[in-house]
Structure formats: C-alpha cells, structure tokens
C-alpha cells in the first residue's frame, strides 16, 4: 500500500509560481510512475503531468512549458513546479502512483492517490 501526502498549495496571483511535494512512503518509490491530476470544482480529475521511473516525462498540453514535474527518489518524493500560473489552473492537485511500464495518463489507472492540496490563482 502506498500512502502519498502532497503540500505546498496556496492562493497566489495570475503570473506567479508555486512548488508542490508529494511525499510516498513505499520503499520502491523508484519503480512506480508518478503522476499528478487536478480537478477543478464540477469537474472531472484531469491529467496535468507524469514521470516514470526512468525519467521519462509527459505533460498535458495545457500546461506544456509552465509546469515541470520532477522526482527525487532518494527522498521517495515527486515534485511540481508551476510557474506562469493562470486562473485556469485553480483546482485541488493530486499525486498518484501507478506500478506501469507506461505512463498512464487516465485516473483510473492510478491505484494510490493522495489527499489533495488546493491551488487557487488569482487574477
């Protein structure tokens, strides 16, 4: 079982940039892709972004060349970094963990979800 604990959401304004944690408390961390989800209010959970275990990473269009998504697998932790934040992006981001030898970019493949952090943009 997987547990994941995401931080670092907040209220920041249209331009600017926050960094979201999500911490794993399985030892094999390394092997399963991680991904994060948003889900905005009426909506469904949306993919923004993966990694897997050997680095290779996708992005959702919407967020291509804001968002960087990166892992440190000695902290068992996988990062987003968001800059050039828009109102669009308000909605609670997820981490998941899949055990998948490719990186799977619907919810349902996600068996491990975390709690949720909120990301509300301002304009």
């Known amino acids: 079982q997987v547990q994941l604990v995401e931080s670092g959401g907040g209220l920041v304004q249209a331009g600017g940039s926050l960094r979201l944690s999500c911490a794993a408390s399985?030892?094999?961390?390394?092997?399963?892709?991680m991904g994060w989800f948003r889900q905005a209010p009426g909506k469904g959970r949306e993919f923004v972004t993966a990694?897997?275990?050997?680095?290779?990473?996708y992005y959702a269009d919407s967020v291509k060349g804001r968002f960087t998504i990166s892992r440190d697998n000695a902290k068992n932790t996988v990062y987003l970094q968001m800059n050039s934040l828009k109102p669009e992006d308000t909605a609670v981001y997820y981490c998941?963990?899949?055990?998948?030898?490719?990186?799977?970019?619907?919810?349902?493949?996600?068996?491990?979800w975390g709690q949720g952090t909120q990301v509300t943009v301002s304009s």
């Open positions: 399985e030892r094999t961390f390394s092997s399963y892709v």
């Open positions: 998941g963990a899949a055990s998948a030898l490719v990186i799977p970019t619907t919810p349902d493949d996600y068996p491990y």
């Open positions: 990694i897997s275990w050997n680095g290779r990473i």
